[in-house]
């Protein structure tokens, strides 16, 4: 049988980062009371007429910018007219053949090997309002609400080319694109909030040939991990009808994320069925060439070269440059304590480390850690200073990261400084000794390895303070000499 080749294009869209929506003057805040931050222009009210927000068009070409596209000088609005109770216009202000940006690319690591993604286009489009159905579901609901608050943002449109050869390079691709967009401030990017959003399509193919195959498009992708347990099962949906002689029926299909299959939603609706036609209320979009070089100059540095920079700089392992430069935030958080405490070892264990551990089980961004980097660079300076031991200072940053108390406070508040002075160290040691003829004469007799659970015994009797090192060389003193 033959061996199919899957091929993979996304369409994503990804909510701007505006304080107002793309047309009028209403704030684009999330979580606000429904139907509170509408007016005439985003309801769509007769005698109104859009007014495009710059800021809109600037972050639209960063986000161009950073997918290294070309900045289309001359671009067009066009009405993508269909029906749906969100859409009070019963049209979309979008951009049909002639888009903001196009031909782009992102490169990704794969099994490291690079691959780079066709971008075939970003434009600039305005989101619809939500619906909130009353009942499990759009079918059982025995009605449906309306909050306009969302209708009206500012959104762009990612599309990728059908260069996407498996459901977890598609992962991987929404992965860097999101880091992407988060480093360009274009998007914060959540798809648990909707400022994230993608539609998969996917053919198969018999390996080497070069047409393509007959494609689906999933909807109500959720979560990365969604976007690639979909494509899985539909690479094995399609795999089974082709091999069967079957046709795959070009159509939409809905993700059941409770039941982990795809269906059928609805036949491909045509590009023609929605009549673009040029917004006759705005005129065509011209972009100055030197405002595009201006926002370039803005753009900050992007992730790779900012990983690269980090091996460079701080001499760190490709693997910890990626982690640590996987968000903007914790690749600034990062450098923040590095300009107290000069260590990169140090700086860059804890963080990749503890630090994570806890943002992690708090639920938070390194931007929101309540252990700022300073803090943090406390805390190391006290590890530094031989005043606690790294076990000790696991426990002190649980603490900060619980209280947002500094490291010294608590350290002094609980007594947890080490315990490096021998008079103290000598006075635990011969207590313990005493209580543990068996190991002392095992050393005595050369087997070092008793020595280990000794110290162990002193560990415990001072809660973790003691200086390890400096016991185990009053024990080796006291047994050996
Ligand atoms: P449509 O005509 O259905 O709108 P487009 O050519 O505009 O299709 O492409 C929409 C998305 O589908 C793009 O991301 C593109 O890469 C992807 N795509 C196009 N053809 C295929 C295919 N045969 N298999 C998988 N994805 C495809
Ligand atoms: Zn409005
Ligand atoms: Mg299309």
């Not at 061996?3 to 047309?23: N, P, Q, R, Y």
């Not at 080319?161 to 967009?181: G, M, N, T």
């Not at 159509?251 to 409770?258: I, K, L, N, Q, S």
Request: aromatic share 6%; charged share 25%; hydrophobic share 40%.
């Amino acid at each position: 049988m033959a061996d199919w080749e899957v091929v993979i294009g996304l369409e994503v869209h990804a909510e701007l980062l505006t304080k107002s929506k793309v047309f009028c003057g209403c704030s684009t805040e999330f979580g606000a009371e429904p139907n509170s931050q509408v007016c005439p222009i985003c309801m769509g009210l007769p005698g109104t007429l859009p007014l495009l927000n710059k800021r809109a068009v600037e972050l639209a070409v960063k986000a161009g910018l950073a997918l290294q596209c070309r900045i289309n000088q001359f671009s067009v609005f066009a009405r993508k007219q269909y029906f749906y109770p969100d859409l009070v216009k019963a049209y979309q202000i979008s951009q049909d053949d002639l888009p903001l940006c196009s031909d782009g690319y992102v490169e990704l690591l794969v099994d490291d090997t690079v691959r780079r993604i066709g971008i075939n286009r970003v434009h600039l489009e305005e989101e619809a309002g939500k619906s909130i159905h009353a009942g499990e579901d759009i079918m059982s609901a025995a009605y449906s609400l309306l909050d306009y608050n969302r209708a009206g943002i500012g959104l762009i449109e990612i599309v990728t080319e059908p260069d996407i050869r498996s459901p977890e390079e598609a992962r991987l691709f929404l992965e860097k694109l999101r880091q992407l967009l988060q480093y360009a401030e274009v998007s914060d990017c959540k798809m648990e909030e909707g400022s994230l959003r993608c539609d998969a399509n996917i053919s198969l193919r018999p390996k080497g040939s070069s047409a393509f195959g007959v494609k689906c498009e999933i909807k109500n992708l959720n979560s990365f991990r969604a976007v690639q347990r979909a494509l899985e099962f539909e690479v094995e949906r399609q795999k089974a009808l082709l091999e069967a002689g079957e046709a795959v029926v070009p159509e939409t299909r809905h993700w059941d994320e409770a039941q982990g299959m795809t269906f059928s939603m609805r036949s491909k609706a045509e590009a023609a069925d929605y009549r673009y036609f040029p917004d006759p209320n705005l005129y065509p979009l011209e972009v100055e060439p030197s405002w595009v070089e201006a926002i370039r100059a803005e753009l900050p540095e992007l992730p790779d070269a900012r990983r690269d920079r980090f091996m460079e700089e701080y001499g760190l392992s490709m693997y910890a440059a990626e982690v640590l430069t996987s968000s903007r935030d914790l690749a600034d958080y990062f450098e923040e304590c590095m300009e107290q405490i000069k260590d990169p070892k140090l700086v860059s264990n804890w963080v990749m480390g503890e630090v994570q551990r806890w943002l992690k089980a708090h639920g938070l961004e390194a931007a929101d850690s309540p252990v700022s980097p300073k803090d943090l660079a406390g805390l190391l300076q006290l590890i530094q200073a031989n005043a606690i031991s790294n076990l000790v200072a696991k426990d002190v940053l649980e603490e900060m990261f619980a209280t947002g108390k500094s490291a010294q406070t608590i350290v002094d508040d609980k007594g947890l400084r080490q315990i490096s002075d021998d008079d103290s160290l000598e006075a635990m040691i011969a207590e313990v000794l005493e209580a543990n003829p068996g190991p002392v004469a095992d050393v005595k007799a050369g087997k070092t390895k008793a020595i280990g659970f000794l110290v162990g015994q002193v560990m415990k009797a001072s809660k973790g303070k003691a200086n390890p090192q400096r016991v185990n060389e009053l024990i080796r003193q006291k047994l050996q000499d």
